[in-house]
């Protein structure tokens, strides 16, 4: 990977790859591009593209130089289960325009998969690499068919084409939009700003979750590794932890003992959640390519605490 075009970079993981990729591999090294340019990062190379805009991400890619794509322009879960038609265009018009520029260029391709592509059929605990996807989310849905695409371009024509599937991933810099698991970003911000956190998802309802730090890391080195030890190639289950609302509140209460939390259940995005694993199983990563989390929720809630304001003090 030597120069880099990432779509999507102004979302909740976007945000943080390009800062992460920029210092890995030089600002000018990595072009930002997104639908939106509010907010967008002034320190490096960015441009306005709609990835469904097929010939327009060709150009920006041809003429930019780039060896390597992350495409991470999508809609999330609980968003496309409102707009599942949006979400469907959306999610596999980029998609496809990606990889198609991929080959055509001859590059990398990296897109991230979900523990979404996962259904209410698939082993809920330990959920292995390979098992049954029968998801009944549009954005599992989305998921799967991205997952089998991206396997077909690196089959049928030798396209580089990598991937994880990632839990519900925890940031303090971009608030995620859309998702089922945005519970978990929210609660902290709550914390510190009102002392009490109302959750949309029900207690005893675990899903796996990464902080953020962990998951850039895992884009690294997925991309980074040697293909010729990797016996699966999309969408490797990557998780740090699983946990469900009442033990996130009370890593909180560690720091914050007058910290509550109450409920008041979307349907929605809890079927959506229910939907999901409780827990799936990393070895396939670990051993192919030496996938670590290194943050678990204490450490996590620690971090995001003081990084939103928190002063750092001796936990309680
Ligand atoms: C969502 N944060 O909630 C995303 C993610 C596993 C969850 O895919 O839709």
């Keep these: 990977m030597k120069k880099i075009m990432v779509t999507g970079a102004l979302g909740q993981i976007g945000s943080e790859l390009i800062e992460k990729l920029r210092s890995e591999y030089g600002v000018d090294n990595v072009l930002a591009t997104d639908i939106r340019s509010i907010g967008a990062m002034t320190d490096g190379p960015f441009e306005v593209l709609d990835v469904t805009d097929g010939r327009k991400m060709h150009t920006l890619a041809k003429d930019f130089g780039a060896d390597t794509l992350m495409h991470m322009a999508a ?62 989310t549009m954005y599992g849905v989305s998921k799967v068919a991205g997952e089998l695409l991206c396997d077909y371009y690196f089959h049928k024509f030798g396209l580089d084409t990598r991937g994880v599937r990632f839990p519900g991933l925890i940031s303090y810099v971009a608030k995620p939009g859309g998702g089922t698991t945005d519970y978990a970003v929210d609660i902290y911000y709550k914390a510190i700003q009102k002392g009490k956190y109302t959750s949309y998802i029900a207690e005893d309802t675990y899903m796996d979750m990464m902080y953020m730090p962990d998951a850039l890391q895992a884009i690294v080195d997925v991309m980074e590794a040697d293909p010729a030890k990797l016996i699966h190639r999309n969408a490797f289950n990557v998780t740090a932890m699983s946990f469900e609302p009442s033990q996130i509140a009370a890593a909180i209460q560690k720091h914050i003992p007058s910290f509550k939390i109450d409920y008041d259940i979307d349907p929605v995005r809890q079927a959506i959640a229910d939907s999901w694993p409780d827990s799936i199983d990393p070895s396939a990563a670990i051993s192919e390519w030496g996938f670590k989390a290194c943050y678990d929720l204490a450490a996590m809630t620690e971090d995001m605490l003081v990084k939103l304001g928190m002063k750092p003090q001796a936990s309680y």
């Design 75 to 136: 809609l999330l879960s609980a968003k496309a289960e409102k707009e599942p038609l949006l979400a469907w265009n959306l999610n596999m018009g980029g998609l496809t325009n990606g990889l198609e520029v991929s080959h055509e260029l001859g590059m990398q391709f990296f897109t991230p998969s979900s523990i979404g592509a996962f259904g209410p059929s698939t082993p809920k605990k330990a959920t292995p690499q390979e098992t049954l996807q029968r998801p009944t």
